[in-house]
């Protein structure tokens, strides 16, 4: 054998350049012309594999000749809000919200003795802070439960 021979047959078995993009005719992906990414072959969907649902010109939502009988359902009109709660802190005009009050404090406290929100109360956010400050007086001076028993407040 000659040297070049010896060279060859020592040369590492791929090519030492950059790999070639694309795809490779001899990998194992590779099962038969490019088809463009779908599985049975041939140009892919725009909306992919899933079928079209969409109803007459294409609106893909209710119409306005639904089962719904006019006004009702979603969508359209004038949103109407729940008339807004007034604390009764604010009418009284109270200055302090005191912890030995406990039966005032009771009306705050759901069955399971969670402080009401705000939200639902209609307290404003100063008298709320009061409120809960008195609420944890009330608890750690053993005025009122921390918890009920059984979801039943004493």
């Known amino acids: 054998m000659s040297e070049v021979e010896k060279s060859a047959s020592s040369a590492p078995?791929?090519?030492s350049g950059p790999r070639p993009s694309g795809p490779?005719?001899?990998g194992p992906r590779s099962s038969g012309p490019s088809s463009g990414g779908s599985r049975e072959g041939?140009?892919?969907h725009p909306r992919g594999d899933r079928p079209d649902h969409r109803g007459p010109r294409g609106a893909d939502r209710g119409s306005r000749d639904d089962d719904r009988g006019g006004r009702g359902g979603r969508g359209g009109g004038r949103r109407r809000f729940p008339r807004r709660k007034i604390s009764r802190f604010t009418i009284e005009n109270t200055a302090y919200i005191d912890y030995r009050n406990y039966r005032v404090l009771k009306?705050?406290?759901?069955?399971?003795?969670?402080?009401?929100?705000?939200?639902?109360t209609g307290n404003s956010a100063k008298h709320q802070r009061?409120?809960?400050?008195?609420i944890k007086r009330a608890r750690y001076m053993a005025l009122i439960p921390f918890t009920s028993k059984?979801?039943?407040?004493s």
């Open 42 to 44: 041939g140009p892919r």
């Open 107 to 120: 009306e705050f406290l759901t069955e399971r003795g969670k402080i009401i929100p705000r939200r639902i």
């Open 150 to 153: 059984d979801g039943k407040q």
């Open 24 to 26: 490779s005719s001899s």
């Open 13 to 15: 078995s791929r090519p």
């Open 130 to 134: 009061m409120l809960t400050r008195a």
